[in-house]
């Protein structure tokens, strides 16, 4: 857009009504600020906005390139022009993938029998028919890899729980601390032990550096080269590099240029999802996400779910100036998702400068944190609702449990629906004076008490109700926000699938890596030299 929308928004926001007022002016003002898609209900009338300002969100996203680029996302364009590459990564979970061509190859072709390939894996090691060098059954997986290789699927693993039927073990590593790789094999047999590494470039220097440390494991316990190629398979676009490791081109599982890593958990990167609760669930995990996705290409901004959280996103950042976002799933199986969605947002969008390199005069991407109700409400929530920061906050309700403990689930959604209105109305000072008089408190006690007592209230947040934590439900949540995501980029005229400033921190680590090893560090500054020579001398007194 040629004129910038942004001192508009922010004058509107000046003009706001408190959220307490709002309420109590309209009396269908939750119906009027709350739309539902997939199964999923959101309620986003605890937000600061009102008929105004929300049209003029609406007309924003009326007049941004929110559809042209998705019908040019849709056809396989190169949006990522950065890369020049398409994102195409919606293609992996629609159910008919027949006749899908992208610059003339047949990418459908390439989808099923990726597919097959999976699904013939797992079956193998659901039925106890995959054996290794020594001919016992597989009994462990090692799924290696990092960033979008290993969120997406560790979340989804964790969120989908109570429907693990896998007789496997899976273990996830994921960071190149050798803590991690050495907590997983110290309890583990070379005999029973598959590895799969999870790497595009297969070049990741912590997914490689743990990939080299299992294979010399094995290589410990007696495993020759037969036996490795045996227990090692790879998901790579890199199949020359994983051969060079010693993984053969039957067991390589393909990735391609057009899916970026943090939108991979629906290709073989979702095989530790599809091993642990079986294929059938996997593809409702996908048919989830589909959903969302017709219900994004085709629904009118006004109702659609993800335009509606990407307009609320820009108005905190761009018109009230909020830096981060809290993300509180009330579910203990959901514990991860603020993680997975938090290289999902910042990695996609946290960027300065636009499509075309210009800088940017308005921050982009909030800072994303969170964990799980009701932890959360005896840590960080006294930030959120007493501290002068505004946060914005996704409270996330599964409504049916997957378990059967007596209210326990009632008391949950309890917590979760009052700490929605505490953050609303808050608690003004004649309330809690009134409050300590009511405890049978002196005037002058509670007159010095209450301040201390007050909320300052007019905190937005939006409520996601889902019928239950299934795979059909969670890949339509995660699909929800990956569209948001991509929303927001259109809207700051960013490109949302590149991650360039990622690159500086692996390319210096390299100079620092060889001066830890006893090279010369003169082209490093003085701090990052004092730094090597006092981590350098105390590991050198620990291995005399």
Known sequence: MSVSPWPALKT?????????????????????????????????SKNLINTQSWSALQQLAAQSQIKPTLNAMLNGECINNTEHRAAWHMM??????????????????????CRAQVTALINQLHQGQYLGYSGKPITDLIWVGIGGSLLGPQMAVEALTPYHCSPVKLHFAGNIDGAVVSDIIKHLNPETTLTIVASKSFGTEETIQNALT??????????DSAAIVQHFWAASSNISAAAEFGIIEQHILPMWDWVGGRYSLWSAIGLPVALMIGTEQFAQLLAGAEAMDQHFIHTPFSENLPVTLALLGVWYINAYGCQAQ???????????????????????????????GRILTEATAPVIWGDAGTNGQHAYHQLLHQSRLVVPADFILPIKPAHNLGDHQQRLAAHCFAQTQA?????TLDEAMNECLADGMTDTDAAMLAPHKVSPGNKPSNTLLLPELSPYYLGALIAMYEHKVFCQGVLWHINSFDQWGVELGKQLSGPIYQALSGNRTETLDSSTQALIKLFSHQINNNNA
């Open 12 to 44: 509107l926001a000046a003009q706001q009504d408190s959220l307490r007022q709002a309420f109590d002016n309209d009396p269908v003002r939750a119906a009027r600020f709350s739309a539902s898609a997939c199964g999923i209900t959101l309620d986003y």
């Open 92 to 113: 992996l979970r629609k159910a008919d993938v027949n006749g899908l061509t992208l610059d003339g190859e047949d990418v459908g072709a390439q989808i099923l029998a």
């Open 326 to 356: 809290a993300l509180l799933p009330y579910s203990h199986y959901l514990r991860l998702l603020p993680s997975y969605v938090q290289q999902l947002d910042m990695e996609s969008n946290g960027k300065s400068v636009d499509v075309n």
């Open 423 to 427: 953050l609303m109305q808050g608690k």
């Open 214 to 223: 299992i294979r010399q494991w094995f290589k410990q316990y007696g495993a």
